[in-house]
């Protein structure tokens, strides 16, 4: 359908090809907003680009931003306003670029702002717009920062807090300053508001995940909801009262969506700390692992579902919900579709929120780990349908060779498998299936509100979840490095390379001087460690140089005179269940490409996503990889979508599945497209920052069919 006719009629009941009625809420040819509209639905009305001719797709423009490092990434999606595209860089540089062209208009480094401090910033995943009609501002996150930026200049707004930016320690309702923040998803913008969410460290040390909305203008908060309940407040009596003020988390990493008639924000929270042992935190733990509704203006709830209680899987909501629009029993609903780790998608009407299909409680295997309880039952939708397997069983056991099968099991001694509920054990390890990267992830799905369709990609790989009782170490250093390190890089400290190096010799790579800047500033995917008290972290670095040390000074104590509580159970590293050479232990798919009619909620088709040449070439058909980052779904009947670690982008045909074009990146494309306009061309741009064990990248790419060629 034209893109101008879905927009003019887009207010009021359109009906088209023997399609249902359906309204379009928003100008979908526009793609202003991280998911394009407010909505997220990823999708475009543009069609200049349709199945009879995507195969024509060239390249039309690169832009390469010079500052990628090893193992940074990009996983920004731009944003197009006025012609003009908005991104950022691994190092979080924000640009501007003329969108039909990719050249450089203005770019903005916000250590600027910080004294020159080069303070990490971690992965951004885009920026926000924000205009009266006069004023334009771009509004951005670098570490735990704030910024706001003249739109047309790449300036910054002085006006906007202190000389331009926000310190997102503060205000946060608590008597510590100190936390590991970084708001790595855009805001969401309600008239002068922007409302924000959080990534916390994952550890006692966390900050409470509280949402935020900001004066646009100022800088300055206007309201603030507690995820983690203060008392008198809803929700307060689902945790322990001596120890709530010790927990963190329940935070929006993932971005929220709007319905900006209706005043209501959608906001999915994650899990609470510590992750994976919730003896300090017994009870269903509202609003951690929650969709909550809440009023735009004001923060106040109206309405929340826990899709897990006592989360200790780190089962966070990974992506910000789709509003869509579907017909059910022969009437509309205004719903909500919200994708998780654990391969459902949830849906509730969106303004009561009661669920669109039933969601049953079901009993679940109980914790025997000391001081744990584990929640007696966990929510199961009956639909829609999962768009993944739930259950790593023996008959998923990788098989495609037999040195590949017994390396596998070789692996899975003294590991129990077989329910996706299984609780964390110190006796044994578990398969977490779906595993900790999902499941969905964080690029979020696509909904086509003209044909009522979700289309979610999801990574099939599972996991081993091991923890160690607390060895409590004479060695302060040691445990220091157990509370920070020991999640990413082990309990033993040999790593789970590529995505976590091991630090076994580090002494011979580092200097003292070398190793204490890095954990201060970060590195790539490695956060800063700035927030934790200057003596642990020269104890931190004396253990790991092996300068072994006894001094059991402040360990008991948190920075700004807290007592420092330790988790009785670690987690002893985040590790995948893969053969020698690399390979998921679970038989193919790997990754896939699903299309659910969501008003039947039963799955239309299903493809595979990615593959590995090396195994395509020894006659096994495409497997899919892991893919990180989301498809967008256009009026030209297609599906992109790169994301996988073949570093290819792809365009699917989105009634049927079948690819139609690919192309081959400068690196992997771990991002989610953008669709945009520019002078009567329509535009596909993708960030090729590579990362998650693929080569890191520098480039922004955009795809566009040549201009001799029909249209």
């Known amino acids: 359908m034209n893109k101008?006719?879905?927009?003019?009629?887009?207010?009021?009941?359109?009906?088209?090809?023997?399609?249902?009625?359906?309204?379009l809420d928003h100008d979908y040819s526009q793609w202003q907003t991280f998911g394009g509209t407010k909505d997220a639905a990823r999708y475009s009305s543009l069609d200049q680009i349709n199945t009879q001719n995507v195969q024509q797709l060239e390249l039309a423009w690169t832009y390469r931003t010079g500052d990628a490092t090893d193992r940074s990434q990009i996983q920004c999606q731009p944003i197009v306003v006025n012609g003009m595209l908005y991104a950022t860089s691994p190092q979080v540089n924000v640009f501007a670029l003329d969108a039909a062209t990719g050249a450089e208009i203005w770019r903005f480094n916000p250590f600027q702002l910080l004294g020159g401090q080069n303070s990490w910033a971690g992965t951004n995943r885009g920026v926000t717009y924000w205009t009266d009609g006069t004023a334009e501002r771009i509004l951005f996150c670098a570490g735990s920062w704030l910024m706001s930026l003249d739109a047309k200049t790449g300036q910054p707004d002085t006006a906007f807090g202190d000389g331009g930016k926000v310190d997102l320690q503060k205000d946060l309702d608590t008597e510590m300053e100190q936390f590991l923040i970084v708001s790595n998803t855009p805001g969401i913008i309600y008239q002068d508001k922007l409302i924000l969410g959080m990534r916390l460290s994952e550890g006692l040390d966390g900050a409470p995940g509280h949402i935020r909305a900001y004066n646009v203008r100022t800088g300055k908060r206007e309201w603030i909801f507690h995820t983690i309940p203060h008392p008198g407040e809803f929700g307060n009596e689902t945790w322990q009262e001596e120890f709530r003020d010790y927990i963190g988390g329940a935070n929006n990493w993932a971005g929220m969506s709007l319905d900006e008639a209706r005043g209501i924000v959608y906001v999915?929270?994650?899990?609470?700390?510590?992750?994976?042992?919730?003896?300090?935190?017994?009870?269903?733990?509202?609003?951690?692992?929650?969709?909550?509704?809440?009023?735009?203006?004001?923060?106040?709830?109206?309405?929340?579902?826990?899709?897990?209680?006592?989360d200790v899987w780190d089962r966070d909501f990974p992506a910000n919900p789709n509003l869509i629009r579907i017909k059910k029993d022969g009437k509309w609903i205004d719903a909500v579709a919200q994708t998780s780790k654990q391969g459902y998608v949830y849906a509730f009407d969106r303004v009561t929120g009661q669920p669109i299909w039933p969601i049953e409680e079901r009993e679940v295997p109980q914790s025997t780990l000391a001081g744990e309880q584990t929640w007696p039952t966990q929510p199961?939708?009956?639909?829609?349908?999962?768009?993944?397997?739930?259950?790593?069983?023996?008959?998923?056991?990788?098989?495609?060779?037999?040195?590949?099968?017994?390396?596998?099991?070789?692996?899975?001694?003294?590991?129990?498998?077989?329910?996706?509920?299984?609780?964390?054990?110190?006796?044994?390890?578990?398969?977490?299936?779906?595993?900790?990267?999902?499941?969905?992830?964080?690029?979020?799905?696509?909904?086509?509100?003209?044909?009522?369709?979700?289309?979610?990609?999801?990574?099939?790989?599972?996991?081993?979840?091991?923890?160690?009782?607390?060895?409590?170490?004479?060695?302060?250093?040691?445990?220091?490095?157990?509370?920070?390190?020991?999640?990413?890089?082990?309990?033993?400290?040999?790593?789970?390379?590529?995505?976590?190096?091991?630090?076994?010799?580090?002494?011979?790579?580092?200097?003292?001087?070398?190793?204490?800047?890095?954990?201060?500033?970060?590195?790539?995917?490695?956060?800063?460690?700035?927030?934790?008290?200057?003596?642990?972290?020269?104890?931190?670095?004396?253990?790991?140089?092996?300068?072994?040390?006894?001094?059991?000074?402040?360990?008991?104590e948190?920075?700004?005179?807290?007592?420092?509580?330790?988790?009785?159970?670690?987690?002893?590293?985040?590790?995948?269940?893969?053969?020698?050479?690399?390979?998921?232990?679970?038989?193919?798919?790997?990754?896939?490409?699903?299309?659910?009619?969501?008003?039947?909620?039963?799955?239309?088709?299903?493809?595979?996503?990615?593959?590995?040449?090396?195994?395509?070439?020894?006659?096994?058909?495409?497997?899919?990889?892991?893919?990180?980052?989301?498809?967008?779904?256009?009026?030209?009947?297609?599906?992109?979508?790169?994301?996988?670690?073949?570093?290819?982008i792809r365009a699917f045909d989105k009634e049927t599945g079948k690819v139609l074009w690919e192309a081959k990146l400068p690196a992997a494309g771990h991002a989610t497209p953008a669709v945009y306009e520019k002078d009567g061309k329509q535009f596909v741009v993708i960030a090729c920052g590579g990362g998650k064990g693929t080569p890191s990248g520098d480039s922004y790419v955009a795809f566009a069919l040549p201009d001799n060629k029909p249209k």
Request: aromatic share 10%.
């Open 268 to 310: 999915p929270t994650g899990s609470a700390t510590y992750d994976f042992w919730g003896g300090y935190r017994h009870g269903a733990n509202l609003f951690a692992n929650s969709l909550i509704a809440l009023d735009a203006n004001t923060g106040k709830r109206i309405w929340h579902f826990q899709a897990v209680h006592h």
């Open 4 to 23: 101008n006719l879905c927009f003019l009629l887009g207010l009021g009941l359109l009906a088209s090809c023997g399609e249902p009625e359906v309204q």
């Open 380 to 556: 199961h939708p009956t639909l829609p349908e999962p768009y993944m397997r739930m259950v790593y069983t023996e008959n998923e056991i990788l098989r495609l060779t037999p040195e590949w099968e017994k390396d596998i099991r070789a692996k899975l001694e003294n590991v129990h498998y077989g329910n996706m509920w299984l609780p964390p054990s110190d006796t044994h390890g578990v398969v977490l299936f779906p595993g900790m990267d999902g499941g969905a992830e964080w690029g979020g799905s696509s909904f086509d509100p003209l044909t009522q369709t979700l289309y979610v990609n999801a990574n099939e790989m599972p996991w081993i979840l091991r923890v160690t009782a607390n060895p409590k170490f004479a060695d302060m250093g040691q445990n220091i490095y157990v509370n920070y390190c020991a999640n990413c890089h082990g309990m033993n400290r040999k790593g789970n390379p590529p995505a976590f190096p091991s630090l076994e010799n580090i002494a011979s790579k580092l200097s003292r001087p070398e190793l204490a800047g890095l954990i201060n500033n970060g590195k790539g995917a490695m956060p800063a460690f700035s927030h934790i008290p200057e003596k642990e972290r020269a104890l931190l670095v004396d253990f790991l140089l092996g300068i072994e040390k006894t001094d059991n000074a402040d360990k008991n």
């Open 558 to 648: 948190l920075a700004g005179g807290r007592e420092r509580l330790y988790p009785q159970f670690y987690l002893n590293g985040y590790s995948r269940l893969l053969t020698e050479d690399g390979y998921p232990g679970i038989q193919p798919p790997w990754g896939t490409l699903t299309a659910i009619d969501i008003n039947t909620g039963k799955i239309k088709w299903q493809s595979v996503l990615g593959e590995f040449e090396a195994l395509t070439q020894k006659g096994i058909p495409p497997t899919g990889t892991e893919n990180y980052g989301g498809p967008v779904s256009t009026a030209g009947g297609l599906v992109f979508i790169a994301a996988t670690k073949d570093e290819k």
